[in-house]
């Protein structure tokens, strides 16, 4: 009797973390479990701090190792005042702590295949990082505007992803992944109850526009994605380095209920 070959049916996992500052440590906790329940990404995408986990992740860094990592970092360890135009912040510091966890790897050296998205403001357009230097590109990612100095490189101004793509999940669907399981840590914040001063006012009215704006890009990419996840974070504060661990538990929760379900869509 002439024997089948068995082809492989598992379809390809590919994960698109989302921007959010320290909201975007869930990212750790939703890896730990997946981590947990055998569910490894073939392709990651990542924007701002979910490009910095997912370039950690892909390195070769243990989930836990990030969760001590973050937990040891402090306010200070990122400020590098400069009077350099276009923000208040150097990204030197940034990027040795990056380095110092990462390494200086191409994106070629990699375990998993990785790609993190930035701004170029003169094109106005998305640029997409494949190749070069890891540091680099999640730098690129991660430059909040106006808070830390735009990169200059190859033409560009590039500052954080997240200004247009929040969650990459175009990029890791191009990449090659079948199954695109999106994480989205910064959609349900409320607006806070008390009148803000003006500064937090524009903040949270940008954090209205870019939500707005997140739905339609949710709308207009269904097909792209299998599952849109959102971890319950409430009102956490993205640029405050308290509650790491609240976040933490709400990734980990969010990545445990929805495991099952994932192992079904890239077995189904």
């Given amino acids: 009797m002439e024997r089948k ?3 492989k049916t598992r379809k390809t996992l590919g994960f698109a ?3 959010g500052g320290a909201r975007g440590v869930a990212h750790v906790g ?8 055998g569910l490894r990404p073939d392709f990651i995408s990542g924007c701002s701090m979910g490009s910095v986990v ?6 070769g860094m243990k989930a836990s190792e990030m969760r001590r990592a973050v ?7 990122l400020i590098d005042v400069t009077n350099k135009p276009g923000g208040f912040l150097d990204t030197r510091k940034m990027r040795k702590i990056l380095a110092r966890y990462i390494g200086e790897l191409d994106f070629s050296e990699l375990e998993i295949p990785f790609s993190c998205v930035a701004l170029d403001m003169l094109s106005q357009k998305i640029v997409q990082f494949n190749e070069g ?3 680099d590109a999640v730098v690129a990612s991660s430059s909040i505007p106006a808070i830390f100095k735009p990169m200059e490189k190859d033409g560009m101004r590039l500052v954080d992803g997240g200004v247009l793509t929040r969650v990459p999940v175009k990029e890791v669907k191009d990449m090659g992944a079948e199954v695109v399981i999106a994480v989205d840590v910064m959609n349900g914040k409320p607006i806070r109850e008390k009148c803000p001063s003006p500064m937090v006012m524009l903040a949270d009215i940008i954090e209205i526009i870019d939500n707005e704006r997140i739905a339609k890009y949710k709308k207009s990419n269904r097909k792209r994605y299998d599952l849109w996840l959102e971890p319950t974070l409430g009102d956490m504060n993205q640029y405050s380095f308290k509650n790491l661990d609240f976040a933490y538990e709400a990734g ?3 990545g445990t209920k929805n495991a099952e ?8």
């Fill in 5 to 7: 070959n068995l082809k």
């Fill in 17 to 19: 973390l989302g921007s």
């Fill in 30 to 37: 939703f890896l730990q479990a997946m981590n947990e329940a």
């Fill in 54 to 59: 997912g370039a950690a992740y892909a390195s």
């Fill in 71 to 77: 937990n040891s970092l402090r306010f200070f360890d």
């Fill in 133 to 135: 230097s890891v540091v």
């Fill in 252 to 254: 980990y929760e969010l």
């Fill in 261 to 268: 379900k994932i192992r079904q869509l890239i077995e189904g």
